[in-house]
T-cell receptor
Framework: DQQVKQNSPSLSVQEGRISILNCDYT??????FLWYKKYPAEGPTFLIS?????DKNEDGRFTVFLNKSAKHLSLHIVPSQPGDSAVYFC?????????????FGGGTRVLVKP | KAGVTQTPRYLIKTRGQQVTLSCSPI?????VSWYQQTPGQGLQFLFE???????NKGNFPGRFSGRQFSNSRSEMNVSTLELGDSALYLC?????????????FGPGTRLTVT
């Protein structure tokens, strides 16, 4: 039973345009969400997070939006750069203070074309 | 500051054998988490150790175990290996046992069971 789903396995976008990655979850008890980026032969790298008490968090080119009623979050990358080509994972946690147990989505492979 | 290191990077074992993987966290980090990544199941949480105590556990059989030492280094052990245990095993460290503290992942150990 996949509690966190990324329904788009891949995304191709032109350099300079916006990349929008989507993530859906089924467990309404999740209250903290994160996005990670992964290059081949490396471990995931943290990008940005959002607590369930917020609906938006921004960090430079990266913005995460959370719609709790729809159990949906998205990551916007503006503008997209070739170095953003990687696999992106969304992840969820039940309780911000209850440890580091994360439930990951299956990932979306992003290709940014120059 | 040195990152998270995992040894060995690659390992080939035979069904029925056991294996021990090692993870050295970033200096000062007290929480170490382990994840299994496979093409079919994605990234799945195995367990988290904090101050030498198991803080969280995922849905894996008892063949998967771990421990943490007083210097925060962690090991995970898989006994009676099965073909399905072939995966990339990632460990991640963070300062505290809370997702509000960034987790840093190591490059992983690629285990192949034949």
């Amino acid at each position: 039973d996949q509690q966190v789903k990324q329904n788009s396995p891949s995304l191709s976008v032109q350099e300079g345009r916006i990349s929008i990655l989507n993530c859906d979850y089924t467990n309404s008890m999740f209250d903290y969400f994160l996005w990670y980026k992964k290059y081949p032969a490396e471990g995931p790298t943290f990008l940005i997070s959002i607590s369930s008490i917020k609906d938006k968090n921004e960090d430079g080119r990266f913005t995460v939006f959370l719609n709790k009623s729809a159990k949906h979050l998205s990551l916007h990358i503006v503008p997209s750069q070739p170095g953003d080509s990687a696999v992106y994972f969304c992840a969820a946690s039940l309780d911000e203070a209850a440890g580091n147990k994360l439930t990951f989505g299956g990932g979306t492979r992003v290709l940014v074309k120059p | 500051k040195a990152g998270v290191t995992q040894t060995p990077r690659y390992l080939i074992k035979t069904r029925g054998q056991q294996v021990t993987l090692s993870c050295s966290p970033i200096s000062g980090h007290r929480s170490v988490s382990w994840y299994q990544q496979t093409p079919g199941q994605g990234l799945q949480f195995l367990f988290e150790y904090f101050s030498e105590t198991q803080r969280n556990k995922g849905n894996f059989p008892g063949r998967f175990s771990g421990r943490q030492f007083s210097n925060s280094r962690s090991e995970m052990n898989v006994s009676t290996l099965e073909l399905g245990d072939s995966a990339l095993y990632l460990c991640a460290s963070s300062l505290m046992s809370s997702v509000s503290y960034e987790q840093y992942f190591g490059p992983g150990t690629r285990l192949t069971v034949t």
